[in-house]
């Protein structure tokens, strides 16, 4: 009985190791990037609280109106993009390439909104040098703002490919049955989701430390 145990004990862990193995390179690489970039915000999040706890009762900031109006662009933005792998399955590219395009205009004017809100924290006497707290709130929307440019960027390239496949019907079918292209599609899901999540995350400690 023992012995059925460990090789029980034995064979879930194998099984485990497998399931591990089996995750695409290009999957593994997104999961270990989106840790390491978790744990960055996580330290500035905690240097930013620090900093926060430390100062006297009597400061005032004012958080930008413009931070509320980009979190709902964004998460907007991530309804849209939330779809976009069902409707390839479906080899729907009109829904696609719909659902693409919505889905980089609203992150193209969340990213537009944030420029304009950072001109409103200058407006307001909150400068990046000088304040820590205002070096804070400048560095992590901006940190964030970086990284969903390189989603943007993997967004438009995508859109490209999908407009040049919705209008040629061989490239159409190569397109469709292409497991990488899906397998792509997945990851932008999964990456805006995670921006999604992260601004939510800077948004309400913004909203509950100022």
């Known amino acids: 009985m023992r012995s059925e145990n460990q090789n029980k004990i034995g064979a879930g862990k194998s099984s485990r190791f497998e399931k591990i193995e089996r995750i695409p390179p290009l999957k593994m690489l997104l999961y270990m990037s989106m840790a390491g970039m978790g744990i960055l915000f996580l330290v500035v999040i905690f240097l930013f609280l620090h900093r926060v706890w ?3 009762f009597s400061y005032s900031y004012h958080l930008p109106k413009l931070f509320s ?18 409707f390839y399955k479906q080899d729907n590219l009109h829904q696609l390439k719909r659902n693409m395009r919505w889905g980089l205009v609203l992150g193209i004017l969340f990213t537009l909104s944030q420029v304009v809100a950072w001109y409103e924290m200058t407006k307001s006497g909150i400068y990046f040098s000088g304040q820590a707290i205002g ?7 901006a940190m964030h703002l970086l990284h ?40 932008l899901r999964t990456y ?10 800077l948004y309400f400690v913004f909203v509950f430390a100022l």
């Not at 109006?69 to 069902?86: A, D, K, N, R």
């Not at 070096?135 to 929307?141: A, F, I, M, R």
Request: some cysteine; charged content about 15%.
């Open 54 to 56: 430390s100062m006297p």
């Open 69 to 86: 109006l980009s979190t709902v662009l964004l998460l907007c933005s991530g309804f849209f993009i939330h779809y976009v792998p069902m």
């Open 135 to 141: 070096t804070y709130l400048y560095l992590l929307s």
């Open 148 to 187: 969903l440019g390189g989603g943007l960027t993997f967004l438009s390239v995508l859109y490209l490919k999908v407009n040049r496949a919705a209008i040629d019907p061989i490239r159409h079918l190569v397109f469709i049955r292409d497991p990488f292209r899906r397998m792509q599609l997945e990851i």
């Open 192 to 201: 805006w989701h995670f921006l999604d999540l992260l601004w939510l995350v």
